[in-house]
Structure formats: structure tokens, C-alpha cells
């Protein structure tokens, strides 16, 4: 089962608004990513962090690496219509193998124009 | 195509019966991965290829559920004898790497199937 709890379950935000969303663990991961996925897609990759504490920008996307290793965190800046759909975060867990990948449950985003 | 490409996009199947998930990774990649997404939940691993070597089935919920890559690019997802909790998208992916680290993940569209 996963092992990765991502809050909240759902945010509806008016455009413009900064948007915050969080994983947590009681495990320890080396990696810690977040993707989107849009309806009848699949996940895309939107930010990859590599380090405890490491704080990574894409655009209006900044997310950061837990210095425990056991949590992230993404924020979306100005939202806009298009940033609508299911964000994901994964990671590779510590003591695991480096290519199976543990996802949160999603956070699904409405943006209200 | 440029990305990765996953067909039937759509399934559904009777229970009891058997169905086959095709999925063309994209040319060069040597890494290839099943997940499956129940309805409301992130994906999960299934299985992982190392070109056309199986090096990790863990995550296959069954007997019934069986992967395969002979020539290490086009991969079938074989489900044998459908049950109704089966039913869910089954995502492949690809990557450039093998071996440590197998580098950004490109999913494919999914393939839904639903058991009836």
C-alpha cells in the first residue's frame, strides 16, 4: 500500500490565487517528486528534488525537499485556468530500489477563472 | 511517435475473461514500467523491465497478472481470468536509463479497463 499521505484531498481557488499543497511520511525517501495529470492522461513530471532541504523553482512552481526526509512541499504561484488536475507527489523510498516509485493519493486542484 | 503509446485506450471486459495491454515505450528507452491507478488513488507499481529482462514483478496483485518485453521495446500486460477489481487504468512509462538510476519517467496515456 502506499505510504504517503498528500493534503489536502482537494483545493477550489479563485484565479490568481497562490496554491499550497503537502506529502508526509513516516518513512524516509531519497527523492521526493511532484507531478500533474490531467483527465485520460498520464502523471507529468513537474519537479524533481534530489537533496534534504533543497528548495527547486519551475516557473510558478517552487517546491521543497524536507530536511527530514520525510515530507515536501509544492506551491503554485498566480494560479490559472490551465493549472486544473490531479498533482501527485512520489518518491523513491530509503532502503528501496531507486526505480519503483511511491505515490501520494493527489491533491485535485479546481481553479475558479 | 514521440511519446510513449498505450492501446486499447479503453477495455471492458466480462469478468472471467482474459485481456492484453499493449504499450510502445519510446524508441531508445531502456527502462520500462506498469502501474496501476485505481479510481481516486495515485498509481502503483506493478512491474519493471530492464530492457527485455524482468527485474522486478513485487508489485503484480496476482498469478493472473503477467508482463512481458521479449525484444526490449513493445511490452504486454497479459491479465488472465478478469475480476471485477481488476477494473482501473494501467499506466505504462519509460525512461532512458537502467541500472542505478533510471532517470525522468514518461508516462503514457493509460489504458482503462473495466470488468463487468
Redesign the interface.
Known sequence: GQQLNQSPQSMFIQEGEDVSMNCTSSSIFNTWLWYKQDPGEGPVLLIALYKAGELTSNGRLTAQFGITRKDSFLNISASIPSDVGIYFCAGHLSGGSNYKLTFGKGTLLTVNP | GAG?SQSPRYKVAKRGQDVALRCDPISGHV?L?W?QQAL??????LT?FQNEAQL?KS?LPSDRFFAERPEGSVSTLKIQRTQQEDSAVY?C?SSLLGG???G??F????SRLTVL
Open positions: 510513449v527502462s514500467f502501474y481516486g488513488q495515485g498509481p502503483e507499481f519493471y522486478d508489485g499506466l512509462a542505478g538510476n533510471t525522468e519517467l508516462f503514457g496515456e493509460g
